[in-house]
């Protein structure tokens, strides 16, 4: 098996698995497994890492579940809360999404 391999299995068996980090969360209106990571988001707001300070929660899933378009600036659907995506990165299969709150309205 390649590393590869092994990361994209480690993501569904450990990291975003519903007994260990993984909750279900509807997502555009999909049941997706996430992992909210508000601990690491505190640590990168503490770092003053750019656009990071105006997001209040930080999701994890794979890519696949997600919608491909994760630009700044567009709306996600979170269990029915209309939030903007904030920062998007993706690495080995996982997507990282800051979102904050859409506050006008």
Known sequence: MSFKDQIAEDLDSVFLNLDEFGEEH?????????????????????????????ADVMIFAKVDDLPRDLDPGRLLNVDGREMIIIKAGRNMGLAEVALRQNRTG
Not at 33 to 51: A, F, S, W, Y
């Open 26 to 54: 509807k997502i555009e209106g999909s049941n997706v497994t996430v992992v909210m990571n508000n601990d690491q988001l505190e640590t990168l707001k503490k770092g003053q890492i750019l656009g990071l300070v105006e």
